[in-house]
T-cell receptor, first 113, second 114 residues
Framework: GNSVTQMEGPVTLSEEAFLTINCTYTATGYPSLFWYVQYPGEGLQLLLKATKADDKGSNKGFEATYRKETTSFHLEKGSVQVSDSAVYFC????????????FGTGTRLTIIP | SQTIHQWPATLVQPVGSPLSLECTVEGTSNPNLYWYRQAAGRGLQLLFYSVGIGQISSEVPQNLSASRPQDRQFILSSKKLLLSDSGFYLCACHGGASSYNEQFFGPGTRLTVL
């Protein structure tokens, strides 16, 4: 099955700082790649996704590029806001069929004003 | 788009008591459904998934069970809870062919076993 290695948290940044959360994966198939975000006390929301090599997913100022050669899907944002404080999960899928996701351990991000 | 309902939102139960958590889905038919557990400060662990009524696959050995009595209903159960069953339980639904592998998540149930 798949596995995910995600940047250890917690991460604390000042508002307007540049953010990178690293994610690398191993997969036997050809997965789609996802970043999910979990705000305090809530379920997970899809942040962005990429379904094939070199695709760039983007949403709310966040971006991540599907790098097949390095099996990576690093999350970036140029200028973070206090409202970005949350836990971020990287997750590759297994491909068509059951579409099971393998989640990383999550990275807790705190943005201070 | 899909909407996932979970209840109860929070639950406090004594060790050894039974459990029933319910998940229902709106806005799609014949979805793949998933139960995840998130222990405090940890990532998500897939517990069960279902591709149809009465079809359940278990991902990890445990004292929990799942059932799917209707197309858009997914239930997580236990006959006797353990302390280690405490956590945040999330139901998820695969969005179907048009959403290209995306899963949608419910709001979750926070279970505390005392």
């Amino acid at each position: 099955g798949n596995s995910v290695t995600q940047m250890e948290g917690p991460v604390t940044l000042s508002e307007e700082a540049f953010l990178t959360i690293n994610c690398t994966y191993t997969a036997t198939g050809y997965p789609s790649l996802f970043w999910y975000v979990q705000y305090p006390g809530e379920g997970l929301q899809l942040l962005l996704k990429a379904t094939k090599a070199d695709d760039k997913g983007s949403n709310k100022g966040f971006e991540a590029t599907y790098r097949k050669e390095t099996t990576s899907f690093h999350l970036e944002k140029g200028s973070v806001q206090v409202s970005d404080s949350a836990v971020y999960f990287c997750a590759p899928s297994e491909g068509f069929g059951n579409e099971k996701l393998t989640f990383g351990t999550g990275t807790r991000l705190t943005i201070i004003p | 788009s899909q909407t996932i309902h979970q209840w109860p939102a929070t639950l406090v139960q004594p060790v050894g008591s039974p459990l029933s958590l319910e998940c229902t889905v709106e806005g799609t038919s014949n979805p793949n459904l998933y139960w995840y557990r998130q222990a405090a400060g940890r990532g998500l662990q897939l517990l069960f998934y279902s591709v149809g009524i009465g079809q359940i696959s278990s991902e990890v050995p445990q004292n929990l069970s799942a059932s799917r009595p209707q197309d858009r209903q997914f239930i997580l159960s236990s006959k006797k809870l353990l302390l280690s069953d405490s956590g945040f339980y999330l139901c998820a639904c695969h969005g179907g062919a048009s959403s290209y592998n995306e899963q949608f998540f419910g709001p979750g149930t926070r279970l505390t076993v005392l």
